[in-house]
């Protein structure tokens, strides 16, 4: 939920929850000043009814003078020399009504006999006046609460709106395109630092992911030139006829490495660029050619080994990615294959509902298989440079895709899920 509907929905209960409370308050804070205000009413008509009896006024003169109904009983003793007050309710026969009343009681004494008095007044017209009264307040507070409601949208909108206006350009930020975030024009002093900072901040992403950037492709372009040099020089040295079988073999040992190294540059390199997601434009993959391709291009590899290859492509899987990066990746799944496959073994690719898998014959892992997807974890170092499944797997992750590897009934299998993933990366 958006912060402007969440604050003024709090807002709404809290508002709404006063006002019932305030309401009922009121309700019956009149409803006991009017209770009030007919007993009084009730003692000063008992007043001066007893001041006109001492007057000599007959006692029958009152009967329709004081009160909605007055009852005057003749007594024996006097029973209520103070008076008593009394809630009653009066049930109107026609109209199917009922009122309630105040009674006042007190005795009275005249010519020697003594009366009692009772004195009704009904408060219900009052009570009616005051739930009117109550109504007219409680729509008026509400239809009031309902503008309130309608202008802080309106309110919170335009103050809201160079946050919204900030947020929508962090999502559209990205340092590929080396252009900072621009800070909205606000008046409100914390919306004014946020969004400052804010710009300060892309505008130092920039500037590092630029040094980074640079760096990598000056180191890994400036690497190749030496690494070809010793390359060359180490090949010279070995057509050299007068070399030793030591000597030959420690160049060749050298050779060995400068190539590893060559390709450890190569592989970070590409790393380093997945990172940065400098890859765009990606195309529609046709899996099963380039399986075909893939394979024929590792076929010497495969003989020298003699693994048999097994294939079950059931359907053709469309999948997305830029066409280089495909070949790579399918290039060190299958070299991963082969490396860590045995002599006279197996390799079985398989495509099914959107799963490309390859599984191989090879020894059982020593360590959790998802940690050959680390950079530089192998069981054995001198088979792998240790970058090929997590270069495989960055590629995979870098399109929405996914990939595992087991190891069950004795192989070992890299499966990639192609049902998921981003056309557009």
Request: glycine share 2%; with cysteine.
């Amino acid at each position: 939920m958006k912060f402007v509907y969440k604050n003024i929905l709090i807002n709404t209960i809290i508002s709404v929850c006063v006002l019932l409370l305030g309401e009922s308050s009121l309700y019956f804070f009149l409803k006991y000043k009017m209770e009030k205000e007919t007993v009084e009413h009730l003692y000063l008509e008992r007043m001066y009814m007893n001041n006109q009896l001492k007057r000599g006024v007959n006692i029958d003169y009152f009967k329709h003078n004081i009160g909605d109904v007055l009852e005057i009983t003749p007594i024996q003793t006097l029973q209520y020399k103070t008076p008593i007050i009394d809630e009653i309710k009066i049930e109107e026969k026609w109209e199917e009504e009922e009122f309630t009343s105040k009674k006042i009681i007190f005795d009275v004494t005249q010519n020697q006999k003594n009366y009692r008095v009772s004195i009704t007044k009904t408060i219900d017209e009052d009570e009616g006046l005051m739930g009117s009264l109550s109504a007219i307040i409680f729509v008026s507070i509400f239809f009031m609460l309902f503008i309130l409601v309608i202008v802080n949208v309106f309110v919170y909108y335009k103050l809201f709106s160079p946050i919204y206006q900030l947020i929508k350009d962090i999502k559209n930020f990205s340092v590929h395109q080396l252009q900072k975030i621009s800070p909205p024009k606000t008046n409100t002093y914390e919306f004014a630092i946020l969004s400052e900072e804010i710009s300060k901040m892309s505008e130092k992403m920039i500037s590092d992911f630029t040094s980074v950037k640079e760096f990598t492709e000056n180191i890994t372009h400036e690497i190749q030139t030496p690494l070809a040099v010793i390359n060359s020089k180490i090949e010279r040295c070995l057509q050299d006829e007068n070399l030793s079988n030591e000597q030959a073999l420690l160049l060749s040992e050298a050779s060995k490495y400068v190539n590893k190294l060559f390709n450890i540059n190569k592989g970070l390199n590409l790393l380093s660029k997945l990172d940065n997601k400098q890859f765009n434009n990606p195309i529609n993959i046709n899996l099963s050619i380039l399986i075909e391709q893939r394979l024929h291009y590792f076929s010497d590899f495969i003989q020298k080994k003699n693994i048999s290859v097994v294939k079950d492509i059931s359907e053709e899987i469309p999948f997305f990615m830029k066409e280089s990066l495909s070949e790579i990746l399918i290039d060190n799944v299958l070299k991963n294959a082969i490396q860590h496959n045995i002599q006279n073994g197996q390799i079985l690719i398989t495509t099914n509902n959107g799963l490309f898998s390859v599984s191989n014959t090879g020894i059982v892992p020593k360590d959790p298989t998802e940690k050959y997807f680390e950079r530089f974890h192998s069981q054995n170092q001198n088979q792998s440079l240790g970058l090929g499944l997590s270069i495989v797997k960055k590629i995979v992750e870098y399109y929405d895709y996914s990939i595992t590897y087991t190891y069950s009934n004795e192989r070992h299998v890299v499966a990639i899920d192609f049902n998921k993933g981003s056309k557009t990366t």
